[in-house]
């Protein structure tokens, strides 16, 4: 499956991005899909999962309560909503998708557990 993230950019603080992660090749129907995000000089890092089911999902605290992480199956994408955006969420985000075979509403937060990875967006808050 090759994954494809757009929507980053340039937005001040507080502002709101909203990226998308389209998969091709196959559906990600049974994919549990998560968003991990890299800044400058750090590790990657996880940022927002969501089960294959869509049923549950997951977030670093440091995003709680301002991202959204969802999926449509029907459109074969995975979205992340990033609202009340901070400086420190600067970073290049990448979404990546989890083959496994696992219950519907099991999460996967550890990103060596993924299997397919996109090319990245970066995402630019200004203070």
């Known amino acids: 499956v090759q994954l494809q993230a757009s929507g980053g950019g340039l937005v001040q603080a507080g502002g709101s991005l909203r990226l998308s992660c389209a998969a091709s090749g196959r559906t990600i129907n049974n994919y549990g899909m998560g968003w991990f995000r890299q800044a400058p000089g750090k590790e990657r890092e996880f940022v927002a999962a969501v089960s294959r089911s869509g049923g549950s999902t997951q977030y670093a605290d440091s995003v709680k309560g301002r991202f959204t992480i969802s999926r449509d199956n029907a459109k074969n994408t995975v979205y992340l909503q990033m609202n009340s955006l901070k400086p420190e969420d600067t970073a290049v985000y990448y979404c990546?998708?989890?083959?496994?075979?696992?219950?519907?509403?099991?999460?996967?937060?550890?990103?060596?557990?993924?299997?397919?990875w996109g090319q990245g967006t970066q995402v630019t808050v200004s203070s």
């Open positions: 990546a998708a989890d083959r496994g075979v696992r219950p519907g509403g099991v999460v996967i937060v550890g990103s060596g557990e993924y299997d397919y």
